[in-house]
């Protein structure tokens, strides 16, 4: 093996890479300070960073790395390799199952919610995603990118109808965290209630993770997108 491209820098996809040798390591940038902080020896620093895009010629393949912005996390990259009409998104698409508890741990929600769109402006057919049973497909990336926007507008419904004085009521005020975890909570049962019937024949983990992911958006509703709740 002569080069090994970082998706990101997550232990469960790199934690092998020192058995490696030899092999060209690259990475983002981001990636490279991010595993420089964490000084650990079986992920080593990528040698060749980049910014933006890099286009990388192996073996008469042409792998073009981009990077759209945050999602999963800062530095997580899309890899095209146009001539086999293959897309590589790590952490983001899980085919045929929903995403990974609170959307994939996702540190961007607007950046992993959009990275959907990206992928779909790409030409393949084949999705490497990087967990669980199968590849994916466009297809894939157009269900999972459905249930996303499925789960942000339940959410967002929910915020209209849960009243934040209603369970002030039940907590009082004196408990700021108590209040904000039951409010939370309710707002997320109430969205997940709305949406596990109509995905729980559709994708896999529906019951397991949606009320997490309900309980993601509604933390990005409320820091990232600035919408208001019901007083």
């Keep these: ?109 607007p950046g992993f919610l959009q990275a959907h769109d990206q992928a779909l402006g790409y030409d393949f057919d084949v999705l490497f995603a990087g967990h669980l049973t199968r590849l994916g497909t466009r297809q894939d990336v157009e269900v999972q990118r459905e249930y996303v926007g499925d789960v942000r507008a339940a959410c967002e419904r929910a915020r209209t109808s849960v009243r934040a004085s209603t369970v002030i009521q039940q907590t009082g005020v004196d408990d700021r965290w108590l209040f904000a975890k039951t409010y939370f909570d309710r707002l997320a049962r109430e969205a997940s209630e709305e949406v596990v019937p109509r995905w729980v024949d559709r994708l896999g983990g529906v019951r397991a993770f949606t009320q997490d992911h309900c309980t993601a958006m509604l933390i990005a509703l409320a820091h990232d997108w600035g919408v208001e709740g019901t007083a």
Excluded: C
Aim: glycine residues 8%; without cysteine.
């Design 1 to 109: 093996m002569t080069h090994l491209i970082y998706s990101h820098s997550h232990y469960d996809h790199v934690g092998a890479a020192h058995l490696l040798g030899d092999a060209t390591v690259i990475g983002h940038a981001e990636v490279a300070r991010t595993l420089q902080r964490r000084d650990d020896p079986r992920r080593p620093v990528p040698r060749v960073t980049f910014q933006d895009r890099l286009t990388v010629d192996v073996g008469g393949q042409e792998l073009v790395l981009e990077y759209r912005g945050p999602n999963h996390e800062p530095g997580n990259i899309f890899v095209h390799l146009p001539q086999l009409r293959i897309l590589v998104l790590v952490d983001v698409v899980v085919p045929g199952w929903v995403p990974f508890k609170s959307l994939g741990v996702a540190s961007d929600v």
